[in-house]
C-alpha cells in the first residue's frame, strides 16, 4: 500500500468517526461554572452578603 492509499484511507477513517458520545464543550463549561459558583458561594457567603447589605445601604433614595 502507498502512502497515498494510506493517507486517503485514514481521512476517510476520520470523516466516518461518530462523535455523538462526546459531551459538548458548553455543557462542560455550564457545569464547571456552576461548581465554582457553588464553591466560592459556600467559602464565602457571609462576606458576600455583607457586601451587598453595605452596597444597598450606601444607595441614598430620592
Known amino acids: 500500500m502507498t502512502l497515498i ?4 484511507r485514514l481521512h476517510a477513517g ?5 462523535d ?3 459531551i ?3 455543557v462542560l463549561i ?3 461554572t456552576a ?3 457553588t464553591l466560592v458561594w459556600g467559602v ?6 455583607s457586601i451587598l447589605t453595605s452596597a444597598l ?3 441614598k433614595s430620592p
Open 5 to 8: 492509499k494510506l493517507a486517503v
Open 30 to 32: 455550564t457545569i464547571m
Open 44 to 49: 464565602a457567603s457571609d462576606q458576600l452578603q
Open 35 to 37: 461548581g465554582l459558583v
Open 24 to 26: 459538548p464543550g458548553w
Open 14 to 18: 476520520a470523516l466516518e468517526r461518530d
Open 57 to 59: 445601604n450606601s444607595v
Open 20 to 22: 455523538r458520545g462526546d
